[in-house]
């Protein structure tokens, strides 16, 4: 049987204030073809669907008929679909019984009894084929906050308590897959995790599970014959065995040049192996110009000469605008915005460099919308204001911290 692996669909994303409806309906109508032309056998989403706890309703929408169209055209697919750090568990979950029932598998938090004991049957799926016959099997383990693990006070301090608490939830579901399947039958694990080793985006994610020093160990998927991995947007593997299938689009700038893929798996002679990596191809373009900061004048100039096929505004180019300083220019966003007026492109972000004065990025803050900004960008900007310095790892990696209680509060 032939799978496909891939995550982190964002949807609903907004690339600084611009929707993006019509790339990721692109990219699920491209996935379906892919499904029924290399005739798959199943579909595994490893997390972040959404872009945010609250998705809108067209997001809603734009997931549900591409469900209901996939069963239709597929009845026999598995499809497994496990909650990201941006994902509501309790959201996902709702429909979680109904979906079942048609064998679409939508897995948003764990669970455990009154006495903490985890609801192994909930993430252990089997992987069938078109007779029905069980040819693998999936840990599908959504994303784990702090309370959904069980971690020892007494630990004596060798492995860090998250990383345990994390290692404890796997081995359970393993071992109660091994109870249940046949020595043919490989093991599949899924989760939503940053991995030692893994590499990060610039901008577009976060450490999560408690920052950097909670990274887990590939150790903790000892086992597993396969892991398909998401959280990271960098397509990457991490050995033979352990995968990130990276996002399908773009979700900062500085991803302008990802190798955006699927990643496609077959289950044969008692393995699970890699059998393709499929490019996902890129239906609207990003331009960073110029190549690297240049003075104002330089920059408008080429802006002038840019010559660009017209599009519809939903497919038109995002631009990132990348000019040197000297001192403050109060109307730099106003003349880039002439310099663009007839030009197919939707400006994104102007970012600014200055040099030969010491000062920091913070004093051009007045030209930059806020909303184009992300929260960390938004620290150190102040932090950059107020001390004249940028603020070290330890700092920041105490506000991610901080940033992702806060939204788990939320959930």
Not at 11 to 26: A, M, N, Q, T, W
Not at 192 to 201: D, P, R, V
Not at 302 to 327: A, C
Not at 391 to 410: G, K, M, R, Y
Request: aromatic residues 6%; charged residues 25%; hydrophobic residues 40%.
């Amino acid at each position: 049987m032939k799978l496909l692996h891939t995550a982190d669909w964002h949807l609903g994303h907004r690339l600084h204030g611009h929707e993006r409806y019509f790339e990721h309906r692109s990219f699920l109508d491209w996935l379906m073809n892919e499904i029924s032309q290399r005739d798959i056998d199943g579909l595994l989403v490893a997390g972040d669907v959404f872009d945010t706890a609250n998705p809108s309703a067209t997001s809603w929408q734009l997931f549900y008929q591409f469900l209901a169209t996939l069963r239709q055209q597929r009845p026999h697919l598995n499809v497994i679909i496990i909650a990201g750090n941006h994902d509501s568990p309790s959201k996902l979950d709702a429909p979680h019984e109904l979906l079942k029932s048609f064998d679409l598998h939508l897995i948003g938090a764990v669970e455990r009894d009154t006495d903490g004991r985890l609801n192994c049957d909930k993430l252990a799926i089997p992987l069938k084929d078109r007779t029905g016959c069980v040819q693998a099997w999936c840990a599908a383990v959504p994303f784990l906050r702090s309370a959904d693990l069980r971690m020892d006070e007494e630990q004596n301090g060798e492995e860090d308590r998250l990383v345990a608490g994390v290692r404890e939830v796997y081995q359970q579901v393993f071992a109660h897959i091994d109870s249940l399947r046949t020595a043919e039958q490989p093991l599949l694990a899924m989760g939503h995790a940053y991995l030692q080793s893994g590499e990060l985006s610039e901008l577009s994610e976060r450490k999560v599970l408690g920052g950097n020093q909670h990274a887990l160990p590939l150790s903790v998927f000892n086992g597993a014959d396969y892991v398909a991995l998401g959280h990271l947007h960098l397509a990457q593997s991490l050995s033979e065995q352990v995968h990130y299938a990276g996002s399908p689009l773009p979700l900062s700038l500085a991803e302008q040049n990802y190798p955006h893929q699927l990643i496609e798996l077959t289950v044969a002679e008692y393995q699970i192996t890699v059998t393709d990596k499929i490019r996902i191809p890129r239906t609207v373009d990003i331009l960073r110009l110029p190549a690297q900061p240049a003075p104002l004048d330089a920059v408008l100039a080429e802006l002038d000469n840019l010559s660009l096929t017209d599009l519809p505004q939903n497919q038109r180019p995002f631009l990132e605008v990348r000019v040197r300083l000297e001192k403050p220019e109060a109307r730099l966003r106003e003349r880039i915005l002439a310099a663009l007026a007839d030009k197919p492109v939707r400006l994104a972000r102007i970012y600014t460099e200055y040099s030969g004065h010491g000062l920091g990025i913070a004093d051009q803050m007045t030209s930059v919308p806020l909303d184009s900004l992300s929260p960390r960008e938004v620290f150190e900007l102040c932090y950059q204001r107020q001390y004249a310095s940028s603020p070290d790892s330890v700092l920041l990696n105490c506000f991610e911290e901080l940033e992702t209680a806060l939204e788990n509060e939320a959930l």
